[in-house]
C-alpha cells in the first residue's frame, strides 16, 4: 500500500473578516457622497447625482450580507 499524503485544508474565511471591509466601504462610501451632496445642494444636478452612489454602496454591503449568509464561511469570531 502507498502511503498517502493529505494536504491541510485552506481555512475558509471567517463571518466577521468577510463582511468588515466591505461595511467600511460602504460606511466611507456613503459618509462622502452624503457630504458632497449636502455641499453642493444648491447644484441639484450633482447633488442629485450623489445620493444615488451613497445609496449603492449600502445595498451592495446587504446583498454581500446576504450573500455570506448562505455561503458556507466559519461563523465564528
Do not use: Q
Request: glycine content about 6%; charged content about 15%.
Amino acid at each position: 500500500m502507498a502511503a498517502t499524503t493529505h494536504e491541510p485544508r485552506k481555512p475558509r474565511m471567517s463571518f466577521k473578516t468577510a463582511l468588515t471591509p466591505i461595511y467600511w466601504l460602504a460606511g466611507v462610501n456613503a459618509a462622502a457622497c452624503w457630504l458632497f451632496s449636502w455641499i453642493f445642494w444648491d447644484r441639484f444636478d450633482f447633488s442629485g447625482t450623489l445620493l444615488g452612489p451613497g445609496c449603492f454602496g449600502i445595498v451592495i454591503a446587504f446583498c454581500a450580507y446576504l450573500y455570506v449568509l448562505v455561503a458556507k464561511v466559519d461563523r465564528r469570531p
